[in-house]
């Protein structure tokens, strides 16, 4: 089973003068997810490298038994300071992909090129595409072998308005992801905030917030064991 994870390169927060980039929980749960299920990881960013931690991720309030076990893991920091530059990947080489939010994906992933594409290429060549949190919002502009938005007609989710309001960045963000799902024709539904909410429409998984990464995780290798 190999799978691809698929983080931002962005880190800045808007013109707010603050620092974003990854959520680490939605990293390090479907890491793990996906390490104990003897899975081989590939990790991606669109610059290559050592990908943006947004900070805020990291603070007491926000780390998991997953995201202690991530930090003390040698081999898992390696990885993630060594990330392949997302235009050298194929879908070709792997079975799924994945990609963990966190406000970055929104400015770059979002309007990525080799993103879209990749994306497009994992659904035609029927393997699952999971999304958690703000990465339901790279979809905007991933289209259909029809030239229709993607996500028209389908089930999905992704971090809701009331908690975009929560940590207070509504108008800092270059878009709403609920809006934006809503706006493309998708289905969207929701979960209580912050609570763990996954939804599956075929090959496509989308996780509303970090408590859903390890659920769209578990989600993902299930599909994959069918």
């Known amino acids: ?62 780390q998991t038994e997953q995201t202690h076990r991530f930090e003390a893991d040698a081999q898992a920091t390696a990885q993630l300071a060594s990330t392949v530059r997302l235009d050298s990947v194929s879908q070709a080489d792997y079975d799924a992909v994945f990609y963990p939010g966190g406000h970055g994906p929104l400015w770059d992933l979002a309007e990525d ?14 393997k699952p595409v999971a999304l958690v949190c703000h990465a339901p919002g790279v979809l905007r502009h991933v289209k259909t072998p029809a030239g229709k938005p993607l996500v028209e007609g389908k ?13 207070g960045l509504t108008n800092v963000v270059p878009f709403l992801v609920e809006d934006e799902l809503i706006a493309k024709g998708g289905i969207y539904s929701k979960g209580p905030d912050w609570g763990s909410y996954v939804v599956i429409d075929g090959l496509l998984i ?21």
Do not use: C
């Open 113 to 126: 090129k080799n993103s879209i594409a990749l994306i497009e290429a994992f659904l035609a060549a029927d």
């Open 206 to 226: 989308t996780g509303q917030n970090p408590g859903s990464s390890a659920k769209a995780a578990e989600l993902l290798i299930k599909q994959l064991s069918v």
């Open 1 to 62: 089973m190999k799978i691809l994870m698929v983080l931002t390169s962005h880190d800045k927060l808007g013109n707010t003068g603050r620092k974003t980039g990854f959520w680490l929980e939605e990293l390090a749960a479907p890491y793990y997810a996906f390490k104990d299920a003897g899975a081989e990881i590939t990790l991606a960013s669109p610059n290559g490298g050592n990908p943006p931690l947004d900070p805020k991720s990291n603070e007491p309030d926000f």
């Open 155 to 167: 089930k999905v989710t992704g971090f809701t308005n009331t908690e975009e309001e929560a940590v």
